[in-house]
């Protein structure tokens, strides 16, 4: 895609943001029939060195993507990611709308397990699976 790529021509609705993502972003975000994507346009500072975007970068983005996802499977109640696994299969840069979907898998009374893909223009650039952490509100009295 081109630099002048803009999300919100295209349905997108940018996301406010606290905390790193804030910081990395914005995140962009759209229904779908069954949920929501996510998505991120590339700058120039999410690139490494070599001129593609830097792996902590995209495992951020999934990381937030399926955090969300897990958030709401969970009647928008807090978790917090405790394992990730990720897959990195293409490269990425400055221009490119990188998309991230993902799906629950499985969840438990303490735990949500999750996969997802991060793609630009369809095409495969990560994938992983996590599993969420469901943090329980302190009762007060």
């Not at 997108?12 to 972003?25: C, I, N, Q, R, T």
């Not at 120039?44 to 593609?52: A, K």
């Not at 221009?95 to 997802?116: H, Y």
Request: contains cysteine.
């Amino acid at each position: 895609m081109s630099s002048t790529f803009d999300p919100a021509t295209h349905g997108w609705k940018s996301l406010k943001s606290k905390g790193f993502f804030a910081e990395v972003g914005p995140l962009w975000s759209r229904p779908l029939d069954h949920g929501w994507e996510y998505g991120l346009l590339v700058e120039p500072r999410h690139e490494n060195g070599v001129g593609v975007v830097h792996g902590g970068m995209l495992v951020t983005l999934l990381d937030q993507a399926v955090s969300m996802i897990a958030w709401a499977a969970n009647d928008q109640q807090p978790c917090t990611t405790i394992h990730l696994d990720t897959h990195f299969v293409a490269p990425s840069v400055a221009g490119d709308f990188i998309v991230a979907r993902g799906e629950v898998v499985r969840k438990t009374s303490s735990l949500i397990f999750l996969r997802g893909t991060l793609s630009v223009n369809d095409k495969q650039v990560m994938y992983g699976q996590g599993i969420m952490k469901i943090l329980h509100k302190k009762q007060t009295s």
